[in-house]
Structures are given as structure tokens and as C-alpha cells.
């Protein structure tokens, strides 16, 4: 007697976790007011509702168009995302008190706009899902997308420090006071899809070696082109955009991709000692030269001695902002002070840069650990798509993602704790601001679209743009099973 197995495609589990995030949401909400108005107003529901509404819409474009993809990658998404509006909610609230303001709209100020943000942002990654029905079409506009990153890449760095520059930082293009974009962003999507399908191209080649030390099998130098291009990249960043962690992203993507490529830890070492090499040496001539070295010496020198008293002082460059967020993620010890009962806003740029700084202090250690747990399963669910879907292009891609994800994290964690010097980077899906949110939502559907490949069983037909997946022939009633004998 044989028995049927029905192959599910998870998405009833989905909507049952983006329901329990945006519980979790609101629950975050009513602490906040709790804490800041000693009572729960009974609105506070609303913004988790309406952003809810926004993730409910994305999950239903997903249901059509992606209906094999990971289950838990849009639930995780959605909690920091909506995590990071009902924090910057929070600040609204403290600034409206401070000024003796009635209570701010749930479409005004810092959290309206990000809200804002996170509708259009929803909106570019359901029109990526309904365009793009195969992850293999981006290859054929590889070259372009490659042109693309560098151009977006390497604008800020040409245009006046009045037109691109935020706190030493040239990452950004500005219009007005009003307006400004961080297309590097932007650019690392179109890069990953650059960097995987040239390696696909060249994997044979670059997994070649020319000899053998202390049992690394190490390239020939002729193969060294690719790796020392991007290198000299990177450093024109970190010299020209000032900007470590922007170079650390850019390169650490190339190296990391090239060794999953090839599967030769030699490119590892390659990359670090060039990477560090390089550091070390702006180092160097920003103490000696100055000139274009001049922010990475400062910034290198802060974090070394964040507490010397001369750094120590209310002024751009200075370490006051990094010691600022040292103390709180100090006072919020292990547990926090809970939502809405600490002081975040005397951290400087707690909206964008420090934005865990202050989630730190009212969440505490655990509430930071579990929230960065969340970033570590979006990214093992995208190196899980990346080891399950079939085609090498999508491996590099989905890998790529996923690892610049991580990476990312890391940079501004590190940036925040003195762990590394800080950067311009913005926290992914927590930050205030539309360049971050919208590209990472990108990322996120791109991860989506890769992972329905690799769970989609292989006698399933891919889905047609304006309905569900067609049934292969050998389906049961609509269902797709398969026949096991005991």
C-alpha cells in the first residue's frame, strides 16, 4: 500500500508568523506609551495595524507569484521593519513630550515618513516578484548592472562634499535639505548580480593554482586581475568616500563570492591581507600626508581612544557620538529599561547610525541578541536558498545577498561597540530613511524569488505572470504529490 505525500507550499505558515510579529509590534507600542504617558491609549494598535496592512499585501503578491518561496524570510523582515517604525514612533513621542506637544500622527514626523518608506518600499519588491518570474532572466543584463553599481558607486565620491557629504562621510547624493539618496545601496544588488555571473564564467579559471604553500593551493598571478581591480576600488572608496565600512562591504561581497565560486580559501587570505593592507596604509598616510587620508586617520584614532578628552566633545567627528551610544547599550545592562522608559535621543543620530545604540538601551543585551538573531536566520535562510536552488548563477546570487546582509550587520554592530571604526552604514530595515529600506527590500525579494526556485519541486512548472503555478500532468486534483512505496 502506498501513501501520498502533498508537497505545501508554507504560505498559510507565513501569514501566521507575520501575524504574531505585528502582535509582537503592537506589543512594543503599548510599553512605549505605557512608559511615556503612564497609561495605554486605546489606539495604540494602529500603527502595527497599518503597517500589518502593508506586509498582509506583500504576503498575498507572494501567495501568486513566488507561492514555493521560504516561509519565514517576509515574517523576520517584517518584525525588524516593524520594529524600527514603532522605535522611531517612540522618539517622536519623546520629542512631542519634551516640547509639551500633543501626541504626534501616526503619519507624521520621523515614523510617518518611514512608514512612508516601507510602503513604497513593499511596493518595488512586489513589482520585482511579478516581473521577474525567473531569477536566470537578470543574467542576460549582467554587464549593464555591473556598469550600473560602479556608476552608483563611484558618484558620490566625484560630486562637492556640499552635494554628497553627511558627518565626514561621502556616501550620499543630496537634494535640498530636504532630499537625499545613499545610491551605494543600490549598488550592491547590481553588483552581486555582476560578480555571479562573471565567476559562473570563469570558475574554472580562477580555481586553478600555480603551487602549494602550507597546503593552500594558491591562484596563478595571472588570475589576480578581477580580485586586485575590485581591491583598487575598495581603497578609492575608503579614500575618496571616506567611508570604511562602504570598501568593507563592496570588497568583502567580491572575495566572499569568489570563494564560494571556486571553493579555495586561498582567495580568503588574498582578500584579507590586500584588504587590511590597505587599511593599514591609509592609516599610515593619514598621520603623515593628511589630504584625502585625513577622516580615516580621525576616525581610526577615535576608535582607538573613544574616552580621550580631547576627542571627547559635541562636535562632528568627535567620539561623543560613539561614547554616547557606549553608555547606553551600558545602562540598558541585560534586560533594558523597557520600551519608552530610557533617554536614546541623547545619542546622537539615533534615527539612522546609532539606531541599536538605542534600541540597546531600552531592550538590553537579550532584546539586542534575540533581534540580531533575527538577521542570522534571514541570512541562513538565504544561504539556504542559495545551497537548495539548482542553478550556479542562483547560488552566487542567493549567497551573495545573504552575505552582504550579514556583512552589513556586522559593520554597524561593530561601528557601534568600537569593535571596528564607525562608518556612514544604516542599520537594514531598522534606520529612518527610503535608499536603505527600499534596497534591502530588494534584496529580500530577490532572496524570496531564488528560494521559490530551490523549493519548487522539479516536475512543477514555473508560475505565469496573472495567476498560480500551472500543474505538471502527473498532479492529484490540483496538488502536487508524490507516490512513496513503504
Known amino acids: 500500500m502506498s501513501r501520498i505525500r502533498q508537497w505545501k507550499t508554507r504560505r498559510n505558515a507565513e501569514l501566521g508568523l507575520l501575524a504574531f510579529a505585528m502582535v509582537l509590534v503592537a506589543v512594543f507600542s503599548a510599553t512605549v506609551e505605557a512608559n511615556q504617558y503612564d497609561k495605554i491609549n486605546a489606539n495604540f494598535w494602529v500603527p502595527a495595524a497599518l503597517i500589518g496592512g502593508l506586509f498582509l499585501g506583500l504576503h498575498i503578491v507572494v501567495r501568486f507569484t513566488a507561492p514555493y518561496a521560504d516561509p519565514v524570510l517576509l515574517p523576520a523582515v517584517a518584525l525588524i521593519n516593524g520594529i524600527g517604525v514603532a522605535f522611531l514612533r517612540r522618539l517622536d513621542i519623546a520629542r512631542a513630550i519634551a516640547r509639551d506637544l500633543p501626541e504626534p500622527g501616526f503619519f507624521a514626523e520621523t515614523s510617518g515618513r518611514q512608514l512612508a518608506w516601507t510602503l513604497m518600499s513593499l511596493v518595488l519588491a512586489a513589482v520585482l516578484l511579478t516581473v521577474v518570474r525567473d531569477h536566470k532572466i537578470i543574467s542576460r543584463y549582467a554587464y549593464t548592472l555591473g556598469l550600473i553599481g560602479i556608476v552608483l558607486m563611484m558618484i558620490p565620491a566625484v560630486l562637492p562634499g556640499k552635494y554628497s557629504e553627511v558627518n565626514g562621510a561621502k556616501i550620499w547624493i543630496k537634494f535640498g535639505s530636504a532630499f537625499s539618496i545613499q545610491p551605494g545601496e543600490f549598488a550592491k544588488i547590481a553588483l552581486v548580480s555582476f560578480f555571479a555571473y562573471y565567476l559562473v564564467r570563469k570558475r574554472e579559471v580562477l580555481s586553478l593554482a600555480s603551487r602549494r604553500v602550507l597546503g593552500i593551493d594558491f591562484p596563478r598571478g595571472r588570475d589576480l586581475g578581477p580580485v586586485l581591480t575590485v581591491w583598487l576600488f575598495s581603497v578609492l572608496v575608503l579614500v575618496f568616500e571616506k567611508d570604511l565600512g562602504t570598501a568593507l562591504l563592496y570588497f568583502g561581497l567580491f572575495v566572499v563570492t569568489l570563494y564560494v565560486a571556486t571553493e579555495r580559501s586561498s582567495w580568503l587570505i588574498i582578500g584579507l591581507l590586500l ?32 574616552f580621550a578628552q580631547s576627542n571627547y566633545e559635541r562636535e562632528s567627528g568627535s567620539s561623543y557620538q560613539l561614547v554616547q551610544g557606549l553608555f547606553g547599550l551600558g545602562t540598558g545592562g541585560l534586560f533594558g529599561t523597557g520600551p519608552g522608559a530610557g533617554s536614546p535621543s541623547k545619542v546622537p543620530e539615533v534615527r539612522n547610525d546609532f539606531i541599536f545604540a538605542g534600541l540597546g538601551e531600552e531592550i538590553g543585551l537579550f532584546g539586542l541578541i534575540a533581534l540580531l538573531v533575527l538577521y542570522l536566520l534571514i541570512v541562513e535562510r538565504g544561504l539556504h536558498a542559495a545551497l537548495a536552488v539548482r542553478d550556479s548563477f542562483g547560488k552566487l546570487v542567493a549567497g551573495g545577498l545573504a552575505f552582504t546582509l550579514g556583512l552589513q550587520v556586522f559593520v554597524i554592530l561593530g561601528g557601534i561597540t568600537g569593535l571596528i571604526p564607525l562608518t556612514g552604514q544604516t542599520t537594514p530595515f531598522l534606520s529612518a530613511g527610503g535608499s536603505s529600506l527600499m534596497a534591502n527590500w530588494m534584496l529580500v525579494a530577490m532572496l524570496l524569488r531564488i528560494s521559490d526556485a530551490a523549493r519548487r519541486p522539479q516536475n512543477a512548472v514555473p508560475e505565469r505572470a496573472g495567476g498560480a503555478p500551472k500543474k505538471a500532468p502527473t498532479q492529484l486534483h490540483g496538488a502536487m504529490t508524490e507516490v512513496i512505496k513503504p
Do not use: M, Q, T
Open 275 to 306: 584588504f587590511f593592507g590597505g587599511v593599514y596604509v591609509a592609516y599610515l598616510l593619514g598621520s603623515v600626508v593628511g589630504g584625502p587620508f585625513a577622516n580615516f586617520y580621525d576616525r581610526a584614532a577615535v576608535w582607538l581612544d573613544p
